[in-house]
């Protein structure tokens, strides 16, 4: 099952209480669903914790049952329709919509007190939200036919202190979030507040994850600069010693050379301490610099 259906399911485990709650979770259903009209309610779902739900919902909400309805235990997507006139007419009437207006609203007398509204929310995202697997990314999408009731549902989450954006795809309207933090608390706010843990847990997942390829890359980084310099610096000494000069240097230089030549894949924080007496990194980078000054002279003599 995807993230979605997995954030649906919890969203359907909590039984059908307040009246007045399911009758905004299935306002939110039908206006986000696949198709509302004063001739059809079609209600196309595969979830089946979603499709489990619907029945007992729309007959705590308005005390109607569906005129076709698709077997929740049956695989792939479930229909469910009213086409019933006199159950169409109570379903606008609850809702408080006109059939012959141009177009459909959401019934804000509904949404009073702050458990229907989250309650109109869940309706909304069974039937048409969905919210993209943590590990893959974030972004979770609301998407209606309606236009109108697109920009009510962002006045809505505004005053609930959400800041959604808004897009259009095809003939849909979408409200969406991409802040992983909005996402989490909206999650938790509608019902799904162990989907939401687990959003939290792949994002600290990441957060660790991308720590230690910062640091792996930066270590990695570090030890390319200690070879490419062990590397210079024993070409000095090479060249040096070819040219017969390295035994006229003084102690302190030679002991540096002979050190870098003895152990060259330490870095110079490893090789300091091996100095007679230990003496400290920039010391230590100092003498090899000036080996490798005299070893650029040595080019530059006629």
Excluded at 3 to 20: I, M, T, Y
Excluded at 50 to 78: H, I, N, T, V
Excluded at 236 to 261: C, N, T
């Amino acid at each position: 099952m995807s993230f979605s259906g997995d954030v649906k399911a919890e969203l359907c485990r909590p039984k059908l209480s307040r009246k007045c709650c399911a009758q905004a979770e299935a306002c939110g259903v039908l206006l986000y669903c696949n198709r509302f009209s004063p001739q059809e309610v079609r209600i196309v779902t595969e979830s089946p914790a979603f499709a489990q739900r619907l029945s007992p919902l729309f007959y705590k909400a308005f005390g109607l049952s569906f005129d076709e309805k698709g077997d929740p235990d049956a695989p792939g997507k479930r229909i469910f329709t009213v086409t019933n006139p006199q159950k169409l007419a109570q379903l606008w009437d609850t809702c408080a919509f006109d059939p012959t207006g141009p177009a459909h609203h959401i019934n804000f007398g509904l949404l009073e007190e702050k458990h229907c509204q989250l309650s109109f929310l869940r309706g909304a995202f069974l039937a048409g939200g969905s919210v993209t697997d943590p590990q893959k990314g974030y972004h979770l999408e609301l998407a209606t036919s309606h236009f109108r009731v697109s920009r009510e549902l962002t006045a809505l989450l505004l005053d609930l202190g959400y800041t959604p954006k808004e897009t259009t795809r095809k003939a849909n309207y979408i409200t969406y979030f991409k802040q992983s933090e909005a996402i989490e608390e909206l999650l938790t706010a509608i019902g799904a507040p162990v989907s939401a843990m687990e959003l939290m847990n792949a994002k600290a997942e990441k957060l660790l994850r991308n720590g230690v390829n910062r640091r792996v890359n930066c270590e990695a980084a570090n030890v390319d600069k200690t070879v490419d310099a062990a590397m210079e610096q024993r070409r000095a000494i090479q060249a040096l010693r070819q040219a017969g000069v390295l035994e006229d240097l003084s102690p302190k230089l030679q002991e540096a050379a002979a050190l870098r030549e003895a152990h060259p894949e330490l870095s110079l924080a490893q090789l300091a301490p091996l100095c007679q007496p230990p003496v400290t990194k920039s010391s230590l980078s100092h003498r090899l610099r000036k080996l490798i000054q005299l070893s650029q002279s040595l080019d530059q003599e006629p």
